[in-house]
């Protein structure tokens, strides 16, 4: 009986530290959105994240007023009338890697993923699921995937005469260059 | 043995919510605590007539159009004014985040006017707290009117007129931000003698957001120095109108005493009154151009 609950304590401190983590604090998030009108574009490089390869984990949080813009006036009006980033500074997504079996982290190489996961923005989560590649290189993982979001269906209201100007699909970036974490 | 499963379930459990919370722990450390700095305090760099703290940030120009028509009580002959303008043009940029140039033409006296906007304190909340946001504003105006009087020596210099201002501004919430500038202007040559060639000022203004693409301003100048001078009667500025966004364009649409469109001509020398009806219809347009594109980090 003792020995059993030692051998579960000992597991899970065992699993604990085997859990080998990630992470980035540069990693890059941009969007862009083409439509005949006008070109929008935006990159945040001061994205942090954090990739477990145990598990497949990954957390990612970028701040809402790192994201650039071209033009000024389109960098206020993304902060103050779209992502009122005031109130609500922070986006974030929860995944996981679905077919991790198939990423052997030991070997160099580009591995195609699916991750499957919560992603948060202006205060509303949905369920997305996008399709990325995992690298292997020696010293890290870089991570990317490209997928598009709609903006409506994150609450964010955009008024109808810029409708046109803005892009139905947006098209997301995401690039991140993991090194492991100091235990 | 039920217990010990149990147990044993219960940490795998704990184990992968450990796992979980880990790494959201793990980014929440890794978060750098930002400097969050206010923006849009107001909508454009100017409340109405004056600047606002407002800035044009790096590499952005500003092409400014500005009108004032005729007072409402011209009457209908004048289709309340409307039938006569005054315009000023005015071209300015940001050469730094904390440093906005800018130079313009007024129709009013004939004038050419330059100005430098300071940044020197913006408010911020986060890493570092900073109350109220502060710009220093430097002006001149040159008058190219010709001389009334030919016959006495006319210098160069009797033609410029220096404006200093200090704005302290807060965005209080996200729908009211107020300003408080005291000013001084000083007037190289005044009509007679008696009239004052420095004034001293206070301004406030105010906006109130009333959708997140209009917001109502309000903007006044106290004139402390005695407003009759010996030449002409002056009256405080006052200013209401409001700020409509579209896009590209920041329109000013309003109402004001004042003729001038520059700290020289609305500080000491406006002459309308407001409650003789002495009110010009009024508006700015601001249209910006990105000259400077931000570059995107070399490393992706």
Do not use: C
Not at chain 1, 159 to 166: A, F, L, S, T, Y
Request: hydrophobic share 40%; no cysteine; glycine share 8%.
């Amino acid at each position: 009986m003792k020995r059993l609950f030692l051998f579960s304590l000992l597991l899970t401190l065992v699993l604990g530290a085997n859990a080998q983590k990630f992470m980035t604090k540069n990693g890059y998030i941009g969007f862009f959105s083409h439509t005949p009108m006008e070109d929008i574009k935006a990159d945040n490089n001061q994205v942090v994240g954090v990739l477990d390869i145990s598990s497949g984990e990954m957390v990612y949080q970028a701040l809402i007023k790192s994201f650039h813009f071209d033009r000024a006036l389109m960098e206020e009006h993304f902060n103050e009338n779209y992502m009122e980033s005031d109130k609500i500074p922070k986006s974030i997504f929860k995944g996981k890697i679905t077919n991790l079996a198939s990423v052997d982290f030991t070997k160099p190489g580009t591995y195609d993923v699916t991750v499957d996961g919560d992603l948060t923005i202006h205060d509303v989560t949905n369920k997305i699921s996008t399709k990325g590649t995992i690298e292997v290189v020696s010293g890290g993982i870089n991570a990317s995937s490209k997928f598009n979001i709609v903006p409506e269906d994150y609450k964010i209201a955009i008024p109808g005469v810029v409708r046109e100007k803005i892009d139905k699909n947006l098209g997301v970036t995401v690039t991140m260059k993991f090194t492991p974490v100091a235990k | 043995m039920k217990r010990l499963s149990l147990i044993l379930f219960l940490s795998l459990i704990s184990l992968g919510i450990f796992a979980q919370d880990d790494l959201m722990n793990l980014v929440n450390q890794s978060t750098p605590k930002e400097i969050n700095y206010t923006t849009a305090t107001f909508k454009s760099t100017r409340i109405m007539n004056g600047h606002s703290i407002e800035r044009m940030p790096h590499g952005q120009l500003d092409v400014r159009i500005s009108h004032r028509f005729g007072t409402l009580n011209s009457g209908g002959y004048n289709f309340f004014g409307l039938d006569q303008s005054n315009i000023h043009l005015g071209l300015e940029y940001g050469i730094t985040n904390w440093l906005m140039v800018g130079v313009g033409r007024s129709e009013f006296e004939k004038t050419f006017d330059g100005f430098a906007k300071f940044s020197i304190l913006r408010q911020s909340t986060g890493a570092k707290n900073m109350p109220v946001s502060v710009s220093v504003l430097t002006s001149v105006a040159l008058k190219t009117l010709k001389f009334t009087d030919q016959t006495r020596t006319n210098y160069f210099t009797s033609r410029l007129a220096y404006v200093g201002q200090i704005l302290v501004a807060r965005k209080i919430n996200e729908a009211f931000s107020v300003q408080l500038t005291p000013s001084y202007v000083h007037r190289n040559l005044v009509a007679t003698e008696l009239d004052p060639n420095d004034i001293f000022a206070l301004g406030a203004g105010a906006r109130v957001k009333l959708t997140k693409r209009v917001s109502l301003n309000g903007e006044y100048y106290y004139i402390a120095n005695p407003k009759t001078y010996l030449s002409q009667q002056v009256y405080n500025p006052l200013s209401v109108g409001f700020d409509i966004e579209t896009g590209g364009h920041v329109f000013q649409l309003f109402f004001t005493n004042s003729l001038g469109m520059t700290e020289k001509q609305f500080i000491g020398g406006t002459t309308g009154q407001w409650k003789k009806g002495d009110i010009h219809f009024g508006f700015n347009i601001s249209r910006v151009f990105t000259l400077v594109k931000h570059q995107k980090p070399a490393n992706y």
